[in-house]
């Protein structure tokens, strides 16, 4: 196998990866698609960078490349990440309750391995306990079929669910020792409410009609150009109704983008 990823070729990876997904891979990512895609070609025995491409060129079944892509995807979340915004959801949806609304929907956009949508749906728990006849659903998509196995698993070490109140971690979870570290197996009661699908936020028009309360779609339009992220917007913003919220990274904003949207507060927007 080659043991160097040349400019051509790493531009063909580039233009490839931007078609099927609109994840724009920049300049500075040329040594992680060669560690990366390095580990694919020793498992298939290739011998270099062209002859994998050539392999994921051809791919008329689509599952070669969906391992590509979880290859090179970055998933990096946690339990109650940013948990203000978590905050934020409570005390509408609280709101919501009060006013009568027992209908509600919920999309996580970049589920990554299932912590976004699984604090969620213990956030919604909490919030609806004692309200009658409340119903909650939460659909979690993500590109990655690697992650989404995981979020179907729901096991998460130790040191991962630290983040989880010790009371909610009690009352939605269960552990188990494995080896010197307790696992901890998210319940029944937290499945129950999420539907894990694989979905490509590059391509809509999406399946869903709506309407939904609350989008939160956090750090993965910082992978996308403006295009793509207005195609984006567009959907979310048909699927939402009105007033309800879409939830973005802090690193993300929608200034210029999408009139659609208000501001509210940093990485929060109300649909016009």
């Known amino acids: 196998m080659g043991s160097t990823l040349d400019i051509g070729t790493f531009d063909r990876f580039r233009t490839l990866v931007y078609e099927q997904t609109g994840i724009s891979l920049g300049p500075h990512k040329e040594a992680l698609v060669q560690a990366r895609v390095g580990k694919r070609l020793r498992a298939l025995g290739l011998r270099s960078y062209d002859d994998y491409l050539d392999l ?23 339990f109650f990440r940013e948990a203000h915004q978590f905050d934020f959801i409570a005390e509408r949806v609280s709101e919501w309750l009060d006013e009568g609304q027992r209908r509600f929907r919920f999309w996580s956009c970049a589920c990554s391995s299932g912590e976004e949508p699984y604090s969620l749906a213990m956030t ?60 901890y197996r998210v319940g029944s009661e937290l499945r129950d409410l999420v539907l894990f699908r694989r979905m490509n936020l590059a391509a809509p028009p999406f399946p869903m009609t709506g309407p939904l309360d609350i989008v ?40 210029g983008i999408n009139a659609g949207f208000k501001y509210l507060k940093p990485a929060t927007y109300v649909r016009r």
């Open 216 to 255: 939160m779609c956090r750090n993965v339009m910082i992978y996308f150009d403006d295009p793509v992220r207005i195609a984006l917007l567009d959907e979310i913003h048909r699927m939402l109704r009105p007033g309800g919220f879409l939830i973005v990274g802090h690193a993300e904003s929608l200034t």
């Open 56 to 78: 994921l060129e051809a791919d008329e079944t689509g599952g070669e490349f969906t391992l590509f892509v979880d290859a090179i995807c970055t998933n990096v979340t946690s």
């Open 124 to 183: 919604l728990l909490d919030v609806a306990n004692g309200y009658p006849d409340v119903d909650i659903r939460i659909l979690a998509t993500d590109i990655s079929t690697r992650v989404l196995d995981r979020c179907l698993d729901g096991c998460y070490s130790e040191q991962r669910v630290t983040t989880v109140p010790a009371e909610w971690r009690s009352k939605w979870m269960t552990s188990a020792p494995v080896g010197k570290e307790a696992v």
